[in-house]
């Protein structure tokens, strides 16, 4: 597609339930990101993905969370247990080459844990 | 670790209105500076950057210089519009040691910007 797609865009979970939420990267990009933005906040780095390697999960909150990208192409993030802080805005976004240069965005999945 | 800090908002101006968001930063390496706008119902967009000290990044009669010797990197306009109105992120990648970076953002926690006809 023409950019980063995101899915779904919205999700309500119960408290205690399994999401996983979807991103299609540009067609070819290396490198994908995710974030995730609380209400009000700037968007905060999760993990990012070089092709199908997840070469840093430093901000992924908890171990309830999983993120793989197993043919470098879409991926996936799995968040276990939902509990009501995790409700945000989860971003992807991708880019190539690596290093400097501008990061694509999707829209994003905005997940209520009720 | 790296940090962005942002003026607070909301800032709400009359259109034609001179604009000038705050940005300031901190960074262990040598950042590359950015500034996101997000327009309602819509995905995060770069609006400008700079890579180096003293660059001037522009577009769409946005700019915002990299002064390093203030750490700073504020986002100007000189007239806006009322379709101006969204969400401004500033933004760094930091280079580690070797001068190579993966593309890691870090954020400042967003400016709301509303104008008014």
């Known amino acids: 597609g023409a950019g980063v797609s995101q899915s779904p865009r919205y999700k309500v979970a119960k408290r205690g339930q399994d999401v996983a939420l979807r991103c299609d990267p540009i067609s070819g990009h290396v490198s994908l990101f995710w974030y995730q933005q609380a209400l009000g906040q700037g968007p905060e780095f999760l993990t990012y993905?070089?092709?199908?390697?997840?070469?840093?999960k430093s901000g992924l909150p908890s171990d309830r969370f999983f993120a793989e990208r197993p043919e470098g192409s879409v991926s996936t993030l799995k968040i276990q247990r939902t509990q009501q802080e995790d409700s945000a805005v989860y971003l992807c976004a991708s880019s190539f080459p690596r290093g400097r240069t501008e990061a694509f965005f999707g829209q994003g999945t905005r997940l209520t844990v009720v | 670790g790296d940090s962005v800090t942002q003026m607070e908002g909301p800032v709400t101006l009359s259109e034609e209105a001179f604009l000038t968001i705050n940005c300031t930063y901190t960074a262990t390496g040598y950042p590359s500076l950015f500034w996101y706008v997000q327009y309602p119902g819509e995905g995060l967009q770069l609006l400008l950057k700079?890579?180096?000290?003293?660059d001037k990044g522009s577009n769409k009669g946005f700019e915002a210089t990299y002064r390093k010797e203030t750490t700073s990197f504020h986002l100007e306009k000189g007239s806006v519009q009322v379709s101006d109105s969204a969400v401004y992120f500033c933004?760094?990648?930091?280079?580690?040691?070797?001068?190579?970076?993966?593309?890691?953002?870090?954020f400042g926690q967003g400016t709301i910007l509303t104008v008014h006809p």
């Open positions: 700079a890579t180096k000290a003293d």
């Open positions: 993905f070089q092709n199908e390697a997840q070469l840093d």
């Open positions: 933004a760094l990648i930091t280079a580690n040691a070797g001068g190579t970076s993966y593309g890691k953002l870090t």
